[in-house]
């Protein structure tokens, strides 16, 4: 069946980078688009970026832009955000979540997800 596992999760202090990987298995990344979303307590989720699975284009939000890279490896079947420049404002539960088609910075668009993993920038 469909799955996505995330990755990469931990504690790091302000300014400093983590590297998140989404792994799918039952289905080829090839066909399907993939998003970077992240939820922190009391607030609702929120996209952070997403890849296209045609032309490997992307879209990051304005608080990440400049900060984190999204890309793809279809052929280990793998999407990784990269953060860099981390913030507090991070802090987070990243989940990834994909669907066929085009890619959207709506959770609700999505149709499978990850178990999500905690991120936390902190001093």
């Known amino acids: 069946q469909v799955q996505l596992v995330e990755s990469g999760g931990g504690l790091v202090q302000p300014g400093g980078s983590l590297r998140l990987s989404c792994a799918a298995s039952?289905?080829?990344?090839?066909?399907?688009?993939i998003g970077w979303f992240r939820q922190a307590p009391g607030k609702e989720r929120e996209g952070v970026s997403c890849?296209?699975?045609?032309?490997?284009?992307?879209y990051y939000a304005d608080s990440v832009k400049g900060r984190f890279t999204i890309s793809r490896d279809n052929a280990k079947n793998t999407v990784y955000l990269q953060m860099n420049s981390l913030k507090p404002e991070d802090t987070a539960v990243y989940y990834c979540?994909?669907?066929?088609?085009?890619?959207?910075?709506?959770?609700?668009?999505?149709?499978?997800w990850g178990q999500g993993t905690q991120v936390t920038v902190s001093s």
């Open positions: 979540a994909t669907r066929p088609g085009p890619y959207s910075m709506k959770p609700e668009e999505y149709d499978y």
């Open positions: 039952g289905f080829t990344l090839d066909y399907y688009a």
């Open positions: 890849i296209s699975s045609s032309d490997g284009s992307t």
